[in-house]
């Protein structure tokens, strides 16, 4: 399933930024780079989150404006401090020109950002179960055992489709 | 509506048409249809199976995929106050997920099944007795219950052997008195519960294995728990969950006289000319039809049981079905609902995988089971150590002194993920003059139709309740081994709404309530009105054994009067 025409390039390259700071690929494994959490996104605002997909195009792009008011580039291009500290100021609500407001875009990217992540990786996202792995989830499973549920024990994990 | 209903086509009348069969309406089938009744049950929803239950966590708990036919599209707005404007946007939650299908709620419930504590038939009077006339607050429209907890007593023992409904009868020190154990031994512990359970002993609490409507072992042709970790807001994998589609409904249709009549959505509950309950008109495959009854069963969630008899207009009733004294949709009520998680460095506490109701839960601070005294409140909350951990919803929940995104955020959640324990509390609240449901002036959904109203805001005893909660969770957790315990999420101005209640209470007051002890409407002696709207106070437990065991106890009743 194709669900890229959801959003234009450029407003996909400023998320996929955005995401890359949420969920950074560092040494605890891969981020959200990785796990296609860009991928679940535009799936997801073609389909079951069709609804927002205005909100997020406005909000893009009032990123892309403000990113180039503040530091005279696009949000992508600017180093990981810089856009760390665009993005805290959208997480407290500071940052100007987003609607209805900066911190609630920054929250419905963040639940869906954590959605792309962990859900099931049958929606696009959690790519070779990245989020799964972070957490130490085994996987779905049809019966967990006395001995799954044990305390300080390793489970073992199930990864169906591990492609 | 009368017009309407006389364009309808026109069925072979029912001696009883129920409409919603789920929680209540099942049992209420079950009971009717062995009657030797001629019932009819008519179900917005498909009737599913257990090939449509997925694991899933994004489509079960976030997009709540059973509820798209009909419930996703009706979601009450809200307000705080009736003077100000009501939104849909909930502060970014979702109202409610429930479903439709047969079954109702009982499909993706996570199978919490208490029974309420006699103190909570008497709340007001035995509140007032203890702590004062001034026990609760004076704009609280507590009533006590028209019932006692022994009147209800052999329908809740009833219920739980029809269901299978497993736990150890006086395990739980707190429990009103009963006639018999539990039909099945307890769901399997686990080392998170017993962490818990042992922690609690320790601090002088009385912690028991949860009673839960899921099957322990096989029972009546259905199999035991396989403890897959997707329960909770799903449909059961195995056929193990004691939802009413599995037992009460099939067992009622097995009789010959149960029709089920799935994907019916009911306009209207018309009247005849001499004021009582004509039947259910109803939207079925693109056409109306009309189902004539002796009786009418209403037996939809809070939500619908409010709106289909405000809907239901007519000459003798101009304010919607038994509403001529204006109490449907006053004393409504919803748990304040806590989710207390806290951390356990360098444990795999091994959450996930299983299912809610495997829990260690305890009484102590539920009901009147400690001294209120200086507190400001009364009741409290069934407390829950529960399984059944889920990737979005562990990833979604980081205490405060973490970042919320970022590297230090997914180091922490590297580090935590498998050693985060969870507590849960579905706290009481009181009715207020303040609190009711209506019909939205404004919002409909895709048919047209208004949706539900709620005007609601936290008052002092439910915060100063949630509060106390809130301690002496932590403090238990920390008891157990936690280092650092936070609120998976905020009290919000307005609760929830997930388990709600009242709205069209019992009471011997016509003026004051809308059913009777038998939860027949005090206006419509042909009208059964019965779920968790029935309750005239919401009890700090989950309510799905006390709607069973009333529907059990209104449907024999209903049955003995038509036979």
Not at chain 1, 103 to 122: K, S, T, W
Not at chain 2, 66 to 94: F, I, Y
Not at chain 2, 442 to 459: L, Q
Request: glycine share 10%; net charge negative.
């Amino acid at each position: 399933m194709d669900g890229s025409a959801s959003l234009t390039e450029t407003e996909a390259d400023t998320l996929a930024a955005v995401l890359a700071r949420l969920i950074p690929s560092d040494e605890h494994g891969p981020g959200a780079a990785e796990a296609q959490v860009l991928a679940f996104i535009e799936r997801a605002l073609a389909s079951d989150l069709s609804a927002s997909r205005a909100l997020y195009a406005q909000n893009l792009t009032a990123l892309a404006t403000w990113a180039a008011a503040e530091h005279g580039a696009p949000f992508a291009r600017l180093d990981a401090a810089a856009q760390d500290a665009l993005l805290a100021r959208l997480e407290d609500g500071s940052a100007p020109g987003f609607s209805p407001a900066a911190d609630v875009f920054f929250e419905l990217v963040r639940l869906h950002a954590i959605e792309g992540m962990f859900a099931d990786p049958r929606h696009g996202g959690n790519r070779r179960h990245a989020g799964w792995d972070l957490i130490g989830f085994p996987g779905p499973k049809v019966v967990f055992t006395a001995a799954d549920q044990a305390l300080d024990v390793e489970v073992t994990a199930v990864r169906p489709d591990a492609g | 509506m009368q017009a309407e209903h006389e364009e309808a086509e026109r069925l072979d009348p029912a001696d009883v048409v129920i409409v919603g069969l789920g929680a209540a309406g099942g049992i209420a089938a079950a009971r009717l249809a062995e009657a030797g009744l001629r019932v009819v049950g008519l179900e917005a929803g498909p009737r599913l199976t257990s090939r449509d239950f997925a694991f899933d966590e994004l489509e079960t708990d976030f997009r709540n995929r059973l509820g798209d036919v009909k419930v996703n599209d009706e979601v009450p707005t809200w307000r705080p106050d009736r003077h100000m404007e009501a939104t849909t946007s909930h502060a970014g939650r979702t109202v409610s997920l429930m479903v439709n299908g047969l079954g109702g709620g009982t499909i993706h419930y996570a199978g919490q099944h208490f029974r309420l504590a006699p103190w909570h038939f008497e709340l007001r009077s035995a509140s007032e007795r203890r702590y004062g006339a001034g026990a609760l607050p004076a704009d609280s429209t507590a009533s006590d219950w028209p019932i006692g907890y022994e009147e209800l007593e052999p329908y809740y023992d009833a219920v739980e052997q029809e269901l299978g409904v497993c736990g150890r009868g006086g395990a739980n020190p707190f429990e009103g008195p009963r006639r018999a154990d539990y039909p099945l031994e307890p769901l399997r512990r686990t080392g998170w519960t017993e962490l818990i359970a042992a922690a609690a002993l320790r601090r002088g609490l009385h912690p028991f294995a949860g009673p839960a409507a899921i099957l322990s072992r096989p029972f009546r042709g259905q199999p035991g728990c396989t403890y897959c970790g997707f329960c909770n807001f799903n449909g059961c994998h195995a056929d193990a969950k004691a939802s009413t589609y599995l037992n009460v409904i099939p067992r009622a249709e097995a009789t010959g006289n149960l029709e089920v009549v799935a994907g019916a959505r009911v306009l209207s509950l018309p009247v005849n000319r001499d004021g009582q309950a004509a039947g259910a008109l109803y939207l079925s495959g693109g056409r109306t039809r009309f189902q004539p009854a002796r009786a009418v069963v209403l037996t939809a969630h809070t939500f619908e049981n409010t709106r289909l008899l405000l809907l239901s207009r007519s000459r003798a009733f101009p304010n919607g079905l038994a509403n001529n004294a204006g109490q449907v949709g006053r004393n409504a009520m919803s748990h304040v609902f806590i989710v207390l998680d806290g951390v356990f460095p360098g444990r795999k506490l091994n959450r996930f995988g299983g299912t809610w109701p495997q829990c260690t839960s305890l009484d102590d601070l539920n009901a009147d089971n400690f001294d209120h005294t200086g507190l400001g409140f009364v009741g409290g909350a069934v407390i829950s150590a529960v399984q059944e951990a889920k990737p979005i919803a562990t990833a979604l929940s980081t205490p405060a002194s973490v970042p919320r995104w970022g590297g230090a955020w997914k180091a922490w959640l590297a580090a935590h993920g498998n050693s985060v324990g969870r507590l849960i509390a579905p706290a009481e609240s009181l009715p207020y003059e303040d609190t009711f449901l209506d019909l939205d002036p404004r919002v409909v959904d895709r048919a047209g139709v208004p949706v539900v109203r709620i005007t609601s805001r936290i008052h002092e005893q439910e915060e100063r309740r949630h509060d106390f909660l809130v301690s002496a969770m932590s403090s238990l957790l920390l008891e157990a081994g936690a280092a650092e315990t936070w609120l998976a999420r905020p009290l919000l101005p307005a609760a929830p709404f997930q388990s709600t209640f009242g709205a069209t209470r019992m009471g011997d007051d016509p003026a004051a309530s809308v059913v009777d002890r038998w939860c027949v409407a005090h206006e419509v002696p042909n009208l059964v009105v019965v779920g968790a709207s029935s309750f005239p106070t919401s009890a700090g437990y989950p309510p799905t054994a006390t709607i069973q065991a009333l529907a059990w106890r209104a449907a024999e009743r209903l049955a003995g009067s038509l036979v």
